[in-house]
């Protein structure tokens, strides 16, 4: 049997220096999670080619089958059936300090991740550091990375280590673990202990309570960039629609084919590439009218939406930004398909100002915002029925996309790009693209 390996998009890993953390006796560790691998050894796999059961998904209209295991660096782990031989274990030394690299590679889900009696210090995301963070479990969207710092200070014995899904519409409810084992001579429980404070499938307040944590380290040496005025302000509304099929014939809600959407724009990747289009000046592929607010503005969150606000228009829109302006972006999740979106942008790392629960107001939530010590990452969690609002500047000329990380949300059109213009000399002018391209 054969399975692909599924993972999002590239992720680029640029880690903090570590000159800050007196990194004299830290070992680093790797920690990866895939949603399946390159073995399939038991039933709770993504059976046959991943990509063919997208494939299928994506042309009958509905939702893909949810994964059957997830792994951490290549394996599911003890709670799966027959797995048990191929645990991943991490082997410490009493005393010392390890970082742990987390990445979350998995395709469809956020996941919360701890580790048994072992309080966690969060130090970087996103390759910016944070102030240190003590925490027994985090929570992290797909594509993006943490930096943990781990002390191996418990007694010697065995511990799991575990990361589950904080679920979606359709979710994979199984659990990973590998063990993470002290060396030396002691008596190793049979079964190792388990992470009782990794947070259960559903539990928003888990999400919010450690997002809302996250602060950027803020220093001399990092400092803050966040842009205190604005230029250029969007307001987009985050949805999960769908687009009716003849005869009500498709795998999605009433018959219809799933369209995910941003401002009810539900992205058309067009034949050309935008970004060799914009360069060689190629009409009809994408238009410039990419909308800065919803094109209706109704009660966004309420139970009781209006009709027909769920079926999105199809286009390849995009918006264009000025050279070094500075941007604003609310993201509005919407009850329309209410889920937690993990939005991520190319190109430039962005400044997390704000979040919150139901409609954003933009009288009295900017005063909230937080302007001295923003995160900077790339990815930002829109809540449930919630907002999330960034800042940037747009100083890296070019075409970026800008996407839900999850997988599915993604291939269904929550997707725009932003062209940004040339600034006035050709160090911020974008490059030529190479002599040869590859056809493909
Ligand atoms: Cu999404």
Same mark, same amino acid.
């Given at each position: 049997m054969s399975s692909r390996c599924?993972?999002?998009?590239?992720?680029?890993?640029?880690?903090?220096?570590?000159?800050?953390?007196?990194?004299?006796?830290?070992?680093?560790?790797?920690i990866i999670f895939l949603q399946s691998s390159t073995f399939v050894v038991a039933a709770s796999w993504f059976k046959g080619d991943v990509m063919e059961i997208i494939q299928?998904?994506?042309?009958?209209?509905?939702?893909?089958?949810?994964?059957?295991?997830?792994?951490?660096?290549?394996?599911?782990?003890?709670?799966?059936?027959?797995?048990?031989?191929?645990?991943?274990?991490v082997l410490v030394n009493y005393g010392k300090r390890y970082l742990l690299r987390v990445i979350n590679s998995v395709m469809n889900e956020e996941m919360f991740f701890a580790i048994a009696q072992h309080n966690l210090t969060v130090v970087g995301m996103d390759g910016a550091y944070i102030k240190p963070i003590e925490t027994d479990y985090i929570m992290?969207?797909? /594509?993006?990375?943490?930096?943990?710092?781990?002390?191996?200070?418990?007694?010697?014995?065995?511990?799991?280590?575990?990361? !589950?899904?904080?679920?979606?519409?359709?979710?994979?409810?199984?659990?990973?673990?590998?063990?993470?084992?002290? *060396?030396?001579?002691?008596?190793?429980?049979?079964t190792p202990s388990f992470p009782g404070n990794l947070p259960n499938f559903t539990d928003i307040d888990a999400v919010t309570n450690f997002t809302n944590r996250i602060r950027a380290l803020?220093?001399?040496?990092?400092?803050?960039?966040?842009?205190?005025?604005?230029?250029? !302000?969007?307001? *987009?509304t985050v949805s999960m629609g769908s687009i009716p099929c003849v005869n009500d014939s498709c795998d999605g809600p009433n018959g219809g084919r799933l369209a995910t959407s941003l401002n009810n724009m539900s992205f058309v990747e067009p034949a050309e590439d935008i970004l060799l289009a914009y360069y060689r000046k190629i009409r009809?592929?994408?238009?410039?009218?990419?909308p800065s607010v919803p094109p209706d503005f109704f009660n966004f969150t309420s139970d009781d939406l209006p009709d027909n606000v769920s079926t999105p228009l199809k286009a390849t829109k995009v918006k264009i930004l000025e050279f070094n302006s500075s941007v604003e972006i609310v993201f509005q999740g919407t009850n329309i398909g209410a889920e937690n979106h993990p939005m991520h942008l190319h190109g430039n790392?962005?400044?997390?100002? /704000?979040? /919150?629960?139901?409609?954003?107001?933009?009288?009295?939530?900017?005063?909230?915002?937080?302007?001295?010590?923003?995160?900077?990452?790339?990815?930002? /969690?829109?809540?449930?029925?919630?907002w999330a609002a960034i800042r940037f500047r747009a100083d890296n000329p070019g075409v970026w996309?800008?996407?839900?990380?999850?997988? !599915?949300?993604?291939?269904?059109?929550?997707?725009?790009?932003f062209i940004v213009k040339n600034g006035a000399t050709k160090l911020t002018s974008i490059r030529h693209p190479p002599r040869y391209l590859n056809p493909c």
């Open positions: 599924a993972q999002s998009d590239p992720i680029y890993l640029t880690l903090p220096k570590e000159k800050n953390h007196n990194a004299t006796d830290l070992e680093k560790l790797h299928t998904a994506l042309a009958n209209g509905g939702e893909p089958n949810a994964s059957d295991a997830f792994t951490i660096n290549g394996q599911p782990g003890d709670l799966y059936n027959c797995s048990k031989p191929g645990t991943f274990n992290i969207t797909p /594509g993006q990375t943490m930096d943990i710092l781990l002390t191996a200070n418990k007694s010697p014995s065995h511990y799991y280590m575990a990361g !589950r899904a904080y679920a979606g519409a359709v979710y994979d409810n199984t659990t990973t673990t590998a063990i993470v084992k002290y *060396i030396g001579n002691y008596t190793a429980p049979s803020a220093s001399k040496d990092y400092p803050v960039e966040v842009p205190q005025k604005v230029d250029t !302000r969007l307001y *987009i009809g592929i994408y238009t410039t009218n990419f790392s962005f400044y997390h100002v /704000g979040s /919150g629960f139901g409609n954003f107001d933009n009288e009295t939530d900017p005063k909230g915002y937080n302007l001295i010590d923003p995160p900077e990452i790339n990815t930002v /969690g829109v809540p449930t029925n919630g996309f800008m996407h839900c990380h999850l997988e !599915r949300h993604a291939s269904w059109g929550m997707d725009m790009a």
